[in-house]
């Protein structure tokens, strides 16, 4: 299929994981796509592999906590696009520490990336998406905003903001004809769970091979999602089969939370 044929996506976090399987299943589906990232080497070569499937893609260096890099990357593929289609909020970090050793610095440095960063790049495309009438955001979550964990306080309540976050989005721009939707994945196979595993895994008098397998073995289906399976429901989000569906935290985590 190619539903997204001509359309524009922007994908935030697009070097790695999540970003990086969203921006390839819809370069896949006929979008041109826009990868941010401030890893610039990672970033070029997801662009180099959508430009592969034969659509245009820009890569273009952003910290998604300065306002001024989200305002400079929406200006560019406006420039070179005339419009927006898509945003895929993937951009994100994870920390973990017992409550009483958790830092204001480490606290305020997620919060910045992983909540402040979806809000700034929401803010930075929704005049676009109203003043077209048209349009989809999907902010990437976790199934740690509906549930947590010991040691993972400013994490949790990072994802927990995203869902907040994207409710409201969702009933400001409803009347314009844009859904917004968050997607919660459960435990993926990206390098951010693989560098968990090797942070946590001792501390539990694990390997993190062994760690990764104890977290797979905590999902009822037995196992971990691959990027591409939470690409599959951010593209379906972003499809017009999904044009009554906005405000919406969408668990893709094997079972792991069920309410």
Request: proline share 4%.
């Amino acid at each position: 299929m190619r539903r997204f044929e001509n359309q524009v996506a922007i994908i935030t976090g697009a070097a790695s994981g999540i970003g990086r399987a969203c921006a390839l299943r819809f370069a896949q589906e006929g979008a041109n796509v826009a990868c941010l990232d401030f890893d610039a080497a990672k970033n070029e070569a997801t662009a180099i592999a959508c430009r592969d499937l034969g659509v245009e893609v820009r890569a273009i260096l952003v910290d998604v906590t300065r306002k001024h890099d989200l305002t400079n990357a929406v200006a560019q593929v406006m420039a070179d696009w005339a419009r927006i289609d898509v945003l895929v909020a993937s951009a994100g970090i994870y920390s973990g520490a017992p409550l009483p050793t958790v830092s204001l610095q480490q606290w305020r440095r997620l919060i910045d990336i992983n909540l402040t960063g979806v809000f700034l790049t929401n803010q930075a495309v929704a005049p676009i998406l109203m003043q077209q009438k048209s349009g989809s955001i999907i902010n990437i979550s976790s199934m740690a905003g509906k549930t947590s964990w010991p040691a993972s306080a400013e994490y949790s309540a990072s994802k927990s903001g995203v869902i907040g976050l994207t409710r409201s989005v969702a009933m400001e721009l409803a009347p314009f004809g844009v859904t917004c939707n968050a997607v919660c994945p459960g435990n993926t196979l990206t390098d951010m769970v693989r560098y968990v595993a090797t942070r946590v895994a001792p501390d539990e008098g694990l390997s993190p091979e062994a760690w990764l397998q104890a977290r797979a073995n905590d999902c009822p289906m037995k196992r971990m999602a691959e990027p591409w399976e939470i690409a599959g429901v951010v593209a379906f989000l972003a499809s017009s089969d999904s044009r009554y569906l906005t405000g919406q935290a969408i668990e893709v985590d094997g079972g792991m939370v069920m309410c």
